[in-house]
């Protein structure tokens, strides 16, 4: 029995406790938190090929992302939908124009040169 690879069960039981502790990041100590993480990040790549490993970092979205945090050199986001990062380009881009528009339209219209200030035109 070659016990020096996680199990799947055992990866599955770090990666839930590191889930709670990062959506509940302002109450862990943050030695704890790299300890935790830093042994997660040991057995994902221990487990790397195990057929279950897609289920746990679907299920999981802190752990898939530190996973494509590991692998970011080799492919980049390749976890995250695209098409909810698409959709979150096109919703920055869109309010982004919305404010330009908005300021544009604040934006006083230039005097003349040499009107006085106190004439009513």
């Known amino acids: 029995m070659n016990t020096s690879h996680p199990t799947l069960a055992n990866l599955g039981i770090v990666a839930q406790l590191f889930e709670r502790m990062d959506r509940h990041a302002s109450r862990v100590d943050a030695a704890q938190y790299r300890a935790v993480a830093g042994r997660l990040s040991q057995m994902l790549a221990e487990a790397a090929g195990d057929a279950g490993l ?68």
């Open 54 to 121: 897609d289920e746990l970092l679907n299920a999981l979205p802190a752990v898939r992302e530190l996973y494509e945090n590991l692998h970011y050199a080799e492919a980049g986001l390749c976890r995250s939908p695209l098409d909810a990062a698409v959709d979150a380009e096109v919703r920055a881009h869109d309010a982004i124009e919305r404010i330009r528009a908005v300021a544009a339209a604040a934006k006083p219209a230039p005097r003349p040169a040499g009107a006085d200030e106190g004439s009513v035109a």
